[in-house]
């Protein structure tokens, strides 16, 4: 079994000017999502996902992290970085969690890009023109705060009810104007109470 991609989209943001100021580096922000068939879709409750994880996952990862390099212009340039899943309204939000929770999607990226940091993520159901969520952190700081992002879009046609969309989303820099410090300056003023 292979993964049925249904269609590949790119889509690519450059915030200029945040909070009525000029950006001193614009923030450019990518995401490169697959619709592909879900590979659970007319089966009923499938107890074991394993053998269409390993099929389809590798597949997804490997395309979508040379899509993402690409438009990044190379993985030095990634500085943070997401995923996410969309299935289907016929479909279980374990199809979605299955194809991005796998070390056989994202360690594809994590390489690509030398990364310390786990992918932050989301898995929903939804129909077409859905919110696609692209949660992002620093991919080897994760107490870097000017680099929690959100990157959303949708896709009109996607998912069908029988489809999932799976995501990765980059960053090519932090928050323009971003003030509100990193977490060790918190633990540090907690007095190391790690709580939040």
């Known amino acids: ?6 269609k590949i989209v790119s889509y690519v943001e450059d915030t200029l000017i ?8 614009p923030l450019r922000m990518i995401g490169v999502a697959a619709v592909v068939r879900n590979p659970w879709a007319g089966c009923g409750f499938v107890e074991d996902l394993k053998p269409a994880i390993h099929a389809v996952a590798p ?3 490997r395309v979508l992290t040379e899509r993402v390099l690409d438009l990044a212009q190379g993985a030095e340039h990634i500085e943070a970085y997401g995923k996410a899943a969309v299935v289907g309204t016929e479909g279980e939000v374990e199809h979605a969690s299955a194809l991005i929770h796998t070390l056989r999607f ?5 390489k690509a890009l030398n990364a310390k940091s786990y992918l932050s993520f989301t898995n929903v ?13 620093d991919k080897d700081d994760e107490g870097r705060r000017s680099h929690y992002l959100t990157l959303q879009f949708s896709i009109n046609d996607a998912p069908a009810p ?16 971003h003030r509100i410090g990193d977490r060790y300056q918190d633990l ?9």
Request: a neutral charge; charged letters at 25%.
């Open 106 to 110: 994202g360690n594809h990226y994590r």
């Open 18 to 25: 945040e909070g009525g100021r000029a950006a001193p580096t």
């Open 188 to 196: 540090k003023e907690l007095g190391g109470n790690d709580v939040a």
């Open 125 to 137: 159901r939804g129909g077409p023109d859905c919110a696609i969520s692209i949660p992002m952190m």
């Open 59 to 61: 597949e997804l990862g």
């Open 162 to 177: 029988d489809e999932i969309v799976v995501a990765l989303g980059a960053s090519i820099g932090g928050r323009p104007h």
């Open 1 to 6: 079994m292979k993964a049925q991609i249904r």
